[in-house]
Nanobody, 115 residues
Framework: QVQLLESGGGWVQPGGSLRVSCVVS????????MAWYRQAPGNEREWVAT???????GYADFVKGRFTISREDAKNTVYMQMDTMKPEDTAVYYC?????????WGQGIQVTVSA
């Protein structure tokens, strides 16, 4: 069984920064892609960014240039640095990882951007 624990969310003013983290624990076979999704009230869950085990990260257009995803495999952790944040970035952010041939989701963490 694999567990994901997100941290680092909270409140920030427009233009500010936050970093969210997700630690993967349990019986891990081989971590592959690690990603972040988000869901705002009344909206569908949407993809934000993915970082593969090897290769370049990919970003949704609405965060490109403002958010940076990274991973630290020795700690089974994925991060997302969020800069120049906007009110429309307000959402619950979910960690998503692929372990061998299974996909796991975190519980989600609230991020609020407001003045």
């Amino acid at each position: 069984q694999v567990q994901l624990l997100e941290s680092g969310g909270g409140w920030v003013q427009p233009g500010g920064s936050l970093r969210v983290s997700c630690v993967v624990s349990g019986t891990i076979v081989s971590l592959g892609d690690m990603a972040w999704y988000r869901q705002a009230p009344g909206n569908e869950r949407e993809w934000v960014a993915t970082i593969p085990k090897y290769g370049s990260a990919g970003y949704a257009d609405f965060v490109k240039g403002r958010f940076t995803i990274s991973r630290e495999d020795a700690k089974n952790t994925v991060y997302m640095q969020m800069d120049t944040m906007k009110p429309e970035d307000t959402a619950v952010y979910y960690c998503n990882v692929v372990d061998w041939n299974a996909i796991y989701w975190g519980q989600g963490i609230q991020v609020t951007v407001s003045a």
